[in-house]
């Protein structure tokens, strides 16, 4: 006697969270344009102009600054709750696949995560100094001037006054480009086809 079997049931794929930024388009000023140094903005002498925005803090930066909380609290004298302007929204464009606005602070005019009271950011510091994963710092400020969105991968413009990109520098002195001192970070966090990676390398 034949039994009917029961029909299976389509269950969608669960779908993966994006563990580096998917780039589809580079701008060649990236291979010219006046560097930083190998670590980025960190131990700059500007005034940190560019934490007056505040940031995008991706998801997977958001669950390590959570787990370690109590390093990162007394660095910025606030609770982390305090420390956003917008919910988590779910976005496929920063690692992780969702992100959240961090807030400015009222008395000093910078990003809720700078070190209260001194210079730079609280994340690069503890990045530095208690060795956590370099993922503790976000994408967007790790690369910074270099920037992206929707597959485009581009030169933050206009830059910040102080900002060491910007520095003019003596005639016959050569300066290395901003791909040459942000390529790390570059690779570490997107994923860039061969054909554009050829219009930073050069090869």
Same mark, same amino acid.
């Given at each position: 006697? !034949?039994?009917?079997?029961?029909?299976?049931?389509?269950?969608?794929?669960?779908?993966?969270?994006?563990?580096?930024?998917?780039?589809?388009?580079?701008?060649?000023?990236?291979?010219?344009?006046?560097?930083?140094?190998?670590?980025?903005?960190?131990?700059?002498?500007?005034?940190d102009?560019?934490?007056?925005?505040?940031?995008?803090?991706?998801?997977?930066?958001?669950?390590?600054?959570?787990?370690?909380?109590?390093?990162?609290?007394?660095l910025?004298?606030?609770?982390?709750?305090?420390?956003?302007?917008t919910?988590?929204?779910?976005?496929?464009?920063?690692?992780?696949?969702?992100?959240?606005?961090?807030?400015?602070?009222? =008395?000093?005019?910078?990003?809720?995560?700078?070190?209260?009271?001194?210079?730079?950011?609280?994340?690069?510091?503890?990045?530095?100094?208690?060795?956590?994963?370099?993922?503790?710092?976000?994408?967007?400020?790790?690369?910074?001037?270099i920037?992206?969105?929707?597959?485009?991968? *581009?030169?933050? =413009?206009?830059?910040?006054?102080?900002? !060491?990109?910007?520095?003019?520098?003596?005639?016959?002195?050569?300066?290395?480009?901003?791909?040459?001192?942000?390529?790390?970070?570059v690779?570490?966090? *997107?994923?860039?086809?061969? !054909?554009?990676?050829?219009?930073?390398?050069?090869?």
């Amino acid at each position: 006697m !034949k039994t009917c079997s029961k029909p299976k049931k389509n269950t969608p794929k669960k779908k993966k969270t994006p563990t580096k930024i998917t780039i589809t388009r580079v701008d060649a000023d990236i291979a010219t344009h006046n560097g930083l140094f190998d670590e980025g903005c960190y131990g700059s002498s500007c005034k940190d102009e560019c934490c007056g925005w505040g940031c995008d803090m991706d998801l997977t930066t958001l669950k390590l600054v959570q787990k370690h909380r109590k390093l990162v609290e007394p660095l910025i004298g606030a609770k982390i709750e305090e420390c956003f302007s917008t919910p988590l929204k779910i976005d496929d464009d920063y690692i992780g696949g969702a992100y959240r606005e961090t807030a400015v602070r009222k =008395k000093d005019g910078l990003c809720a995560f700078h070190l209260k009271g001194q210079k730079g950011c609280s994340l690069f510091y503890l990045w530095i100094t208690e060795k956590l994963p370099k993922k503790i710092v976000p994408t967007i400020c790790r690369t910074y001037p270099i920037t992206w969105h929707r597959g485009r991968l *581009f030169i933050d =413009k206009p830059l910040k006054k102080n900002c !060491k990109a910007k520095e003019k520098t003596p005639k016959g002195t050569k300066v290395p480009s901003l791909f040459e001192t942000q390529k790390k970070e570059v690779r570490a966090l *997107f994923d860039i086809p061969a !054909k554009e990676l050829k219009k930073l390398i050069g090869k």
